[in-house]
């Protein structure tokens, strides 16, 4: 059930609170008048994640309300790298934060933030998280904000009705497709007209969960120019056996995947259609319309023989950034540590299904998503194959195009000669 994106009165006191404890002269911008009154200075936020907008746009609300400080301007629409190109980028971004983000901190676009004391406090396994992407050296340029952690959701009633156990195991699952396929069930909810339904959830899980993801793009960019499918480390190397299983695990999917959307598949499994959906808590809502009461729980998603190996997928749903060519940082530095303060953020990560950043940040209580805590409080976690690789190399139509009968090793192989080719023109 929603509710009001944030409590008006709990924020507004810890926005009050804040600026009390804070040093007028170093956090509000504001100019004098003759008649004794100020004028505010604007400060723009640059957040965009459809989901979160309105939820944003009431703490911007309550923010401003406040009537002291500088004024948030909530913009969801602006184009990002247009903005860095004229020198105009936004105040503060809150944004996913991936590769395509990570390439503003790596040219030092961004501003270094290792004073403000909620840098500090993101737990030790979430930083590391940032520090896979590429960084500006001496910099912290970007503090995580809110964690989304993905897995495997499946109907706990279907499981129960025919004695199958969570698997732990890749023989496991395998068994448990067969199981389900026996009883006329479809293990499997697939939707492959959409390519970034196949690479986030097949293609990540499955890759994520059969080799070591972090470790596999570190060890590529230390080759150097040695690239392609014979270099030692390789896509066409080691990601062919973690993909062969997919395409395996694939095959118990509904028979009309090719023609299924997003959409779709949120409505089969909402409707029992299958056992098993490879999705995150992004579905969740969208699950819920059709019915509010499905038990639903996840697990990660097993691909070898060794239960250590367990991993859940994970991202950097939101993090919080301030350029260089901020017009305002001082206000944008204000509006951070009011976002960041663990009265708002926690709240927003309660509301919008995502797992705190700190290590004194609360659990997740949703049923749904209780039983990916522990894999996240141990770090056992990595992040998608598809958010480390840049948008110039179409990876989500190379994983698409193997769930509709591409040859495995051609895929691998061009996969691997897109990177080369990036690598040396860079």
Wanted: charged content about 20%; aromatic content about 10%.
């Amino acid at each position: 059930m929603s509710r009001s994106p944030a409590d008006p009165q709990r924020v507004s006191a810890t926005r009050r609170g804040f600026l009390a404890t804070a040093a007028a002269g170093t956090l509000l911008s504001l100019s004098g008048c003759s008649d004794g009154s100020t004028i505010r200075s604007d400060v723009t936020l640059y957040q965009s994640k459809p989901e979160a907008i309105p939820y944003f746009r009431e703490l911007v609300r309550v923010f401003n309300a406040d009537g002291t400080g500088p004024r948030a301007v909530h913009d969801t629409a602006s184009n990002l790298s247009g903005g860095f190109a004229r020198g105009a980028p936004p105040d503060l971004g809150c944004l996913n934060y991936n590769f395509e983000m990570a390439r503003f901190q790596e040219r030092g676009a961004l501003s270094d933030l290792s004073d403000l004391p909620e840098a500090a406090a993101v737990a030790p396994r979430v930083q590391d998280l940032v520090d896979q992407y590429p960084v500006y050296p001496g910099r912290t340029s970007v503090i995580p904000y809110s964690l989304m952690a993905a897995s495997v959701l499946y109907n706990r009633e279907l499981f129960d009705r025919h004695d199958v156990e969570v698997p732990g195991t890749w023989s496991e699952l395998l068994d448990a497709c067969g199981t389900f396929q026996d009883a006329g069930v479809t293990p499997l909810i697939s939707t492959y007209a959409d390519a970034w339904t196949v690479s986030q959830g097949l293609a990540d899980y499955s890759l994520g969960g059969g080799l070591n993801v972090a470790e596999f793009f570190a060890q590529l960019r230390e080759q150097g120019d040695d690239l392609g499918p014979t270099a030692p480390v390789s896509f066409s190397k080691d990601f062919y056996e973690p993909l062969s299983k997919m395409l395996e695990l694939a095959s118990y999917s509904n028979p009309n995947a090719a023609s299924l959307g997003y959409g779709d598949g949120n409505l089969a499994f909402a409707r029992g259609e299958g056992a098993m959906y490879l999705h995150g808590p992004w579905a969740l809502g969208e699950i819920a319309k059709t019915d509010p009461d499905l038990d639903i729980g996840t697990f990660p998603l097993p691909m070898t023989e060794d239960r250590d190996d367990l991993r859940v997928r994970v991202n950097i749903d939101l993090a919080l950034w301030i350029p260089e060519a901020a017009q305002n940082p001082v206000g944008a530095r204000e509006l951070a540590s009011y976002l960041l303060d663990p009265a708002v953020q926690d709240a927003y990560n309660a509301e919008n299904l995502g797992f705190g950043v700190r290590d004194d940040a609360p659990p997740v209580t949703d049923e749904r998503l209780v039983e990916m805590q522990p894999f996240v409080d141990r770090g056992d976690f990595y992040q998608g194959v598809s958010t480390a690789i840049p948008r110039t190399i179409p990876f989500e139509n190379y994983m698409q195009g193997l769930v509709l009968g591409a040859d495995l090793e051609g895929v691998l192989t061009t996969l691997d000669n897109d990177w080369a080719r990036l690598a040396r023109r860079s």
